[in-house]
């Protein structure tokens, strides 16, 4: 337990702690966006499915993995389209909708890549993106390293916490989204296009949730292989509750699970008589124990989840 | 007017099974498959001969198990996605129950795991119920991370405590405990059976008791139910703790009848099958039922014809995603404003027709 | 009323066409079935609950099936990505489809085998890492210690921090076996040498697999690594690849051929093919069953793989040498 302690070790931790909440941050806020706007998406775990094999696939045919990060995104968009119409104009069970996703997206992305690939004894390799250190920040001891020592995509991830942060209470247009997702009615009433804010913010959520995916094939590994997404998309859900809906919090949560899956594996590695499926009880626990104590009551923007009908009076 | 809404009620998953066969086809033909061979295999797999009706009927048992406890929690306005969970828990119970018991055996014992099995499952399913009804919490993400944490748990036992020699999983059931088969030579356990009557017990409470209707009705309209006097936290609580029980039923039932053992990939999947096949049975029982009995005929069909004609099993996936898809898309255009507009004005336009003749 | 009776009324027709057309056609192929036994194709068909295109077990097991399959002129299919429910219904399904053989990869479809050989005794059946000799069960067995050992005295010799490490998927008994085995074949050859191990409990989860390595190095300085699970050991070859000389053992193909990233120095190749063609053999001239076909290196069942150029002469020698003892039963003594 001695090497705990050590710098080394901590800073590989703090380092993978970065790289494994990235992609559980963006998704986060892909559905921060969501459901501020009254969309309750679970779906997401499937659309980074297919957003991870879209974006390998164009990575691997273009050779460029920023071309595989805008693929997944498009990708994203165009699933999350299925459930925008589905729960939006016909006002189906957003729920069931999302689940039905997170059975119709893998299915889909197993499928091109079977297709596509065919079975080969070891996993095809795609291009992986080169980080790209931040000249001079990143020569700081430790921090600098662990910060800004990333692929452009974290960086992107990171900074959408202010932006989401600043439109969503600086501008007019975040303003207008977030009262969509509150009272819709008042909102139609000063004129605001209550359908039009949800469709854009089930596109950003496809985008950011796609683009989440392709992260995990382009940037964090270099494969695809079915299962990949493990779940991410469900601690999703998680964090944007335990961050209370705000991008500060989510990111927090993000960074908390992050560290607790990170802390988990190492202490698999380090003491390999516990058995780890004890261990990786953690993060669910973390959070269980989190929203327990720590949520509010009745939390969230009020209409989410709602069906909004426009002739309804 | 019942008729015709019960109809349409009908109408809806059938029309979204054909609609999803039809893009399953697309999908098969663009493979270069054939897809009429295709859909022989898969109604051959389900209705070609009674040892497939039987394999459909299996399939269908924990499948109406989880659709029924969905059912009853959404009739109460709360959603329980932790099925999957409850049901591992409910097995969890029931292995634990027949491999360390003394004194007990045969029979006895198997109602006793089942208890035990409904008893587990509803204490489950209580967490997400109290924490709801306490601290306002969102019960989705309670009972999803339950889920993982049920499953992990599982997988803790049969790797280690009440691992059976060479392989992670655990004891069999005794030959003594296996549900009976209903007839000889087919695979249909009395699970089936108890189903039908959890069904039907469903059905009655919910329909024909006062204190079903009071749940309905904190359903339907929370804020009217409380000004009217029903405690509607105690309901929900109930909710919870009955929909967690049943799912806890299925657990023990599929372990006894089906599967004899935990091992990895214990009841994956059926807790949010459940939750889709609530809702295309429109959340009645009965409509669960038969809506389970209709996923299990694509599923056991569906193995046939990937069997059969070599597609790769997302397809199968693909095409099972689709119904939900469009059987929900479906009862929710049926429900809104306009359409029902657009069929008043069909049939008034009959009736004006009839009247001026 | 009536307009919708009669679309309800159509749609009835059209299931009922359907299902009829259906009947027919089965009536049509079964007789094509029985004229194909007369000129008889063999059949065999793999199922597995992971998917095959894995880069690992999966992928290995598939092709060997396919290559022994050629070799003898058998027919394959395969069914991948199967649930725990759905394994003995896909094994009956082709069973009732005249399948002559299937192979079923691991030790988990034990209690789905065992239900459906007993229902269909002219089926034959093929378990790998099987315990079980029937009449129409035939168990698989590659001998999980000598690859461990194997695998466990390469990383010994090539270890220069001599601390190894070792990846496996989840708790099966055969890979404890062999990481048992691979701990003690090292320290035979490196007495010094440390092992470090984790399970990812997972065979899918690629990121996974790059943590732990990534950590394995970072903390315990490991430089050779050893993994038992499929795609989660792509995840470590590429943390490997980002840490100058880190290197990977692979199984149970031979991968050095096909890697990319430099990182593979040898395999332990694993020749499922050979014995699912001694089965194949079997079915077709009747003598099938109430043995246990073992693979290890006298057979040919396993192997070393190619080296890769890191690896210097004189430890492929002494490799080899080695190789012979546990061949033998003498390099652990017990």
Redesign the interface.
Known sequence: MGDILNAGFIQELLLSTVRMATPILIVSLAELYSERAGLVNIGLDGIMALGALVGFLVGYTTGNPYMGILAGAVAGVFVNMIYAFCVINLCAEQIVYGMAINIFAPAVASFIYKIYFGVNSSLIQGPLMEALPIPLLSSIPILGSVLFNHTPIVYFTYLMVPVTAIFLNRTKAGLNFKAVGEFPKAAESLGIHVIRQKYIACIICGALAGIGGAYLTTCYINTYSDGVVSGRGFIALSAVIFGRWMPGGVLIAALLFGFADALQLRMQVASSDTPYQLLAMIPYLCTLFALAFFGIKKAGPKANGKPYLREER | MKLKNILIKILIPIISVIFAFIVGAILIASIGGNAEEAFTYLFKGAFGSSANLGKTLVKATPLIFTGLAATFAYRCGVFNLGAEGQFVVGALISIWVSTSVEGVSGVPLIILSLILGALAGGIWGAIPGILKITRGLNEMIVSIMLNYVAVLFMGYLYTGPLREGSVPQTEAVNDALKLGRIYEGSNVHSGFVIAIIVAAIVYYFLFYTSKGFKLRAVGLNDTASMYNGFSVKKYMLMAFIVSGAIAGIGGSVELHGMQYRLMSGFGTGYGFDGVAIALIGQLNPIGTVLVAYLFAVLRTGANTMQVGTGMPTAVIDIIQALVIVFAVAGSALVNLPNVKQLFINITSKKQEKVVQE | ?????S??LT?CT??AL??G??AS??AE?STKDSKDSKNKTYKV?MIS?T??????WG??C??AMVTAAKEKGFET??????????FA??I???A??GYDLIFAPG??Y??AVKEVAKDYPDVHFALLNG?IETKNIVSLLPDAKQIGQMAGALAGLMSKTNNIGFIGG????TTKDKLANYEAAAKAVNPNIQV????A??F?????G???A???I???NVDVMFGDAS?VD??AR?ALASHANAFDI?QP?D?VK????GVIIGSVVTDNATMIKLCMDDVINGKFGNKTIYGNIENGGVSAGTFSDKVPEDIKTKYLEIVDKIKAGTFIQK
């Open positions: 009323m009536k307009k919708l009776l679309i309800f749609m059209l299931l359907l299902t057309c259906g056609k089965t192929t068909a609950d998917t095959i295109s894995d880069g690992g992928a290995a598939y092709n299919q395969y069914t991948d990505g199967l649930k725990t429910a759905d219904q896909s009956r399904s082709y009732d489809l030790n988990q034990s209690d315990t989840m708790e099966l008994d470090a191990s984790a399970y409990g997972s899918s989860d690629t990121a996974k790059m943590e732990i990534n950590s394995m970072t903390s315990k795609a792509s995840g590429q692979g193909g991968l096909d890697d990319k990233t």
